[in-house]
């Protein structure tokens, strides 16, 4: 089996950080392990993390003494580690028992090093709740390249939201290969980055650079709107 580690982000969310350990430890893939990373929070959630039933799954824990941003939380746990796949995981957000799984199995059969997800947004009140996963969609590479252009031309389009497709871009798995060849997250004001996102940039530098990307239509995440995610956070 390829080996996935699924990178879990924090930043002063530790009221939710219970729910996304959960939803990475009732994954249905089980050859996983976890990055956690908590990126100066007022408090440090050790606690939470050590009192969790991660089901077996090993953990590897890294805490910021600083606020350093997303973007280099992702890049840290990417070369602290070697495995071949990455699912990023926020501290407020919920996957869904079956994401690992079909995320893998769509890069796989689609031959591509990036993939996105579908997902349903809930308001910052709301409990996390796993849906009915959808119809499944193929969506071919071209069409993912036009939306991709599409949103270069118009930033205040998302390149996976056009009004047909509806999909997440922290919800992504994706190759390490990118990493291998100095393909970065890239911090505020830095002149490669192109949308305000640290998801969004790194999927559509990566969709446009490559061409490499797939996308699954099937609802895989659980998305926290109005959580505070301010710029050089999450």
Known sequence: MDRITTILCNYNHEKYLANAIKSIANQTYRDMD????????????????????????????????????????????????????????DADDYAFPWKAESQLKCLKETNTSLNLAGYVPISVEEDHSIRDPGVIERVSRDEILRCANLSLRNPHVHHNYTGKYDLHNGASMFSRSFHELGFRFQPPGMGLRITRSEDSDYNLRATLQFGRTSWLTKTCYSYRLGSGHPEGTF
Request: hydrophobic share 35%; net charge negative.
């Open 34 to 89: 976890v990055f956690v990373i908590d990126d100066g929070s007022d408090h440090d959630p050790i606690e939470i993390i050590r009192e969790a039933d991660w089901k077996g799954l090993q953990v590897k824990y890294l805490r910021n003494e600083e606020n350093e941003g997303k973007w280099s939380c992702l890049n840290k746990a990417i070369e602290m580690t070697s495995t071949r796949w990455y699912m990023i995981q």
